[in-house]
């Protein structure tokens, strides 16, 4: 079983980065794919990207695409989302995931960390 731990969240204006990162504990990321997801106030907790980690294969939501960018460490087992050009909608809860299969479906991955507050201001 994987723990997984987000750290990197705050407050950032309009236009801004942010860099998140999601570390691994307990076993490595090998033979998963490691997920970020999001949640706004209510709304559904929706997919942002992720990354096929034997491989380095990544893929984006439309509203983040060109934005976003996901990289790996592998000999630390950390995934990191970097988030550039940040927007108010962007404002959310971001949490990292871990999974056997490249889906867009959260009920798919396994394993969730804690979750981390992005919030952006106008």
């Known amino acids: 079983q994987v723990q997984l731990v987000e750290s990197g969240g705050g407050l950032v204006q309009a236009g801004g980065s942010l860099r998140l990162s999601c570390a691994a504990s307990g076993r490595t990321f090998s033979g998963y794919v490691v997920a970020w997801f999001r949640q706004a106030p209510g709304k559904e907790r929706e997919f942002v990207g992720r990354?096929?980690?034997?491989?380095?294969?990544?893929f984006y939501a439309d509203s983040v695409k060109g934005r976003f960018t996901i990289s790996r460490d592998n000999a630390n087992d950390t995934m990191y989302l970097q988030m550039n050009s940040l927007k108010p909608e962007d404002t959310a809860v971001y949490f990292c995931?871990?999974?056997?299969?490249?889906?867009?479906?959260?009920?798919?991955?396994?394993?969730w960390g804690q979750g981390t507050q992005v919030t952006v201001s106008s």
């Open positions: 990354v096929i980690w034997s491989i380095g294969t990544t």
């Open positions: 995931a871990a999974g056997a299969a490249a889906t867009l479906i959260r009920g798919n991955y396994d394993y």
